[in-house]
């Protein structure tokens, strides 16, 4: 052999092989080892119309996904996971079980926040809230959660799009948004989606799909979002299921004056809406193609706002802002013919 050749014979041996160059990264499940302790799955029971039903309630048992975000037992999730919700328990990574309560919801930005009952479990570590801001587009990202009720269940792919910014305008917020291609399930609702570094980017809202399922169209909402609306401001959990009224079905319900309003599909039990007095529909139906329950309160007005449009509920959103634990707020409603005035105080998170 040429002393040229042995040389490079040896070159080739010593040199350290492609797969072992950046041995020293973490990888997915490195990053999965670390943070699955604070991804819980969120079981919830309601009370829902059945099909067709008149007056007839059914238990309804949902699940979804949450992340812990503090030693307080605060729990980021999707506000449809616990909207009208009217009993919640999380389980953790280690199979331990805890009763938990809505502290705060904004359906507009589908963000929710709940506290665990009693103390967390010892194997319970809280994540580390990240900014999309500085992600890239084709940054890899991962996603634990709860599809179709499968705890821990890791799936991972990349940034995809940053759909929407965020922004801030008369004191509300737009969302921001962003799309991933892992897959995403029902039952992966209010989990996180994180990064390489382990640090949550934002929480799981939608999927797009023609089947149900997974179709590589899924969406988030950004960790700068989840600051702003629920460690910031702390929405008040209303606790029920709006449909505002067009006119047309305003009148069908014969609310009075030519106007409209509310329509409460559903109340849970501790919320606002159930302080309130509240009640929702008895009467399940479809309305072009929706699911509606009709007979229940249509509200009138909030504070002296007169629910017209959406400009209306975005005034009333913004009314909200302003609202303390103590104050009192205060509903006309039209019931059964009627008009009602209906009031309570604004309850505290402790």
Not at 33 to 49: D, H, I, M, N, P
Not at 51 to 63: E, I, P, Q, W
Not at 67 to 73: A, K, P, S, T, Y
Not at 126 to 138: E, N
């Amino acid at each position: 052999m040429r002393p040229l050749a042995l040389i490079t014979v040896f070159a080739l041996v010593l040199a350290p092989a492609p797969a072992l160059l950046g041995q020293d990264s973490p990888t997915v499940a490195d990053r999965f080892a670390q943070v699955s302790s604070s991804v819980v799955t969120v079981k919830t029971a309601s009370r829902q119309l059945r099909d067709g039903g008149m007056g007839v309630l059914a238990a309804s048992a949902g699940v979804g996904s949450g992340v812990l975000i503090d030693n307080e037992g605060r729990i980021v999730t999707a506000a449809h996971v616990v909207q009208t919700a009217d009993n919640l328990e999380v389980q953790f990574s280690d199979g331990e079980t805890r009763k938990a309560r809505v502290l705060a919801s904004d359906r507009y930005t589908d963000l929710a926040l709940i506290r665990v009952e009693g103390d967390l479990p010892s194997s319970a570590q809280p994540a580390v809230l990240g900014d999309i801001d500085t992600a890239r587009v084709g940054d890899r990202i991962f996603i634990v959660g709860a599809p179709r009720g499968m705890s821990q269940t890791l799936t991972v792919g990349h940034l995809s799009a940053k759909r929407v910014e965020g922004s801030d305008q008369d004191g509300l917020t737009t969302p921001q948004i962003f799309q991933t291609d892992a897959s995403m399930n029902p039952g992966n609702s209010g989990g996180p989606v994180f990064d390489m570094e382990g640090r949550v980017l934002g929480i799981v809202s939608f999927i797009v799909s023609k089947s149900g399922g997974d179709e590589g169209l899924g969406f988030a909402i950004g960790a700068k979002t989840v600051r702003e609306v629920l460690l910031d401001r702390a929405p008040i959990w209303g606790g029920i299921e709006p449909l505002l009224l067009p006119s047309v079905m305003a009148g069908a319900l014969n609310v009075p004056d030519g106007k409209t309003g509310v329509l409460v599909q559903r109340v849970a039990k501790g919320s606002l809406g159930a302080s309130l007095g509240l009640r929702g529909g008895r009467i399940a139906t479809k309305v072009e193609g929706k699911d509606v329950a009709l007979g229940g309160d249509v509200i009138l007005e909030i504070d002296g706002i007169e629910i017209k449009n959406q400009e209306s509920i975005n005034e009333v959103r913004r009314h909200f802002l302003s609202l303390k634990p103590g104050d009192t707020i205060r509903v006309k409603i039209l019931r059964k013919g009627e008009i009602l005035g209906l009031e309570t105080e604004i309850p505290g998170q402790d």
